[in-house]
Nanobody, 126 residues
Framework: QAQLVESGGGLVQAGGSLRLSCAASGLAFSLYGMAWFRQAPGKEREFVAGIGRSGESAHYKDSVKGPFTISRDNAKNTVYLQMNSLKPEDTAVYYC???????????????????WGQGTQVTVSS
């Protein structure tokens, strides 16, 4: 059974950093595009960053370009999100998502991803 498990969330002060991890099991990880989404209270779940199967292509929500970096290690079946210079508005539950694909694209639409993790809470205090 395919599964994604996120970890690394927590409470951090504004300006601090966190590194989220998402460990995949039960799937051919290198054939999946991966993405991070987030959902703040009372808001829609939104795309944060995505990375292609090979790890060579990545793209980001405009507001996190620069401070956030997505990466993956196909040997470890894991995708990461390094978050620097965190702001209170980054507070949300962060979800890992996977999409089987023949290409290297990473859509920004929630409905394009079939497999989701349970989420990890990130709280940034001011």
């Amino acid at each position: 059974q395919a599964q994604l498990v996120e970890s690394g969330g927590g409470l951090v002060q504004a300006g601090g950093s966190l590194r989220l991890s998402c460990a995949a099991s039960g799937l051919a990880f290198s054939l999946y595009g991966m993405a991070w989404f987030r959902q703040a209270p009372g808001k829609e779940r939104e795309f944060v960053a995505g990375i292609g199967r090979s790890g060579e292509s990545a793209h980001y929500k405009d507001s996190v370009k620069g401070p956030f970096t997505i990466s993956r290690d196909n040997a470890k079946n894991t995708v990461y999100l390094q978050m620097n210079s965190l702001k209170p508005e980054d507070t949300a539950v962060y979800y890992c998502a996977a999409r089987f694909t023949f290409g290297d694209t990473t859509p920004v639409t929630r409905g394009d991803y079939a497999l989701w993790g349970q989420g990890t809470q990130v709280t940034v205090s001011s």
